[in-house]
């Protein structure tokens, strides 16, 4: 019923930028809460960045100054700028969306089917 289809990542040497982008469709009410989270092999997901329907941002604090979630809520779509790339940063990224669908009345978690990005050092 939804799809949540990331985009934009890639392999950029250190120092590099890469945007990503998540575009939400489906039978689509609203959608509160998107966010970005990255996994690493045999690591638990992170939290990168999120961002509430009316533009508060939260970001990690490994990403503060570099990174920057935008949301377009027309397009039902969340951007995910990433400057100042590090080798460390490199990780599959999954994009998140607390979503209500029509004829419903509560929300629920989906996820992207997740893109990897790779820093070079």
């Known amino acids: 019923q939804v799809q949540l289809v990331e985009s934009g990542g890639g392999l950029v040497q250190a120092g590099g930028s890469l945007r990503l982008s998540c575009a939400a469709s489906?039978?689509?009410?609203?959608?509160?809460?998107m966010g970005w989270y990255r996994q690493a092999p045999g690591k638990q997901r992170e939290l990168v960045a999120s961002?509430?329907?009316?533009?508060?941002?939260t970001y990690a604090d490994s990403v503060k100054g570099r990174f920057t979630i935008s949301r377009d809520n027309a397009k039902n779509t969340v951007y995910l700028q990433m400057n100042s790339l590090k080798p460390e940063d490199t990780d599959v990224y999954y994009c998140?969306?607390?979503?209500?669908?029509?004829?419903?009345?509560?929300?629920?978690?989906?996820w992207g089917q997740g893109t990897q990005v790779t820093v070079s050092s």
């Open positions: 489906g039978s689509i009410f609203r959608i509160d809460d």
């Open positions: 961002i509430t329907s009316g533009g508060d941002t």
């Open positions: 998140n969306a607390d979503i209500v669908l029509l004829g419903r009345q509560s929300g629920f978690d989906y």
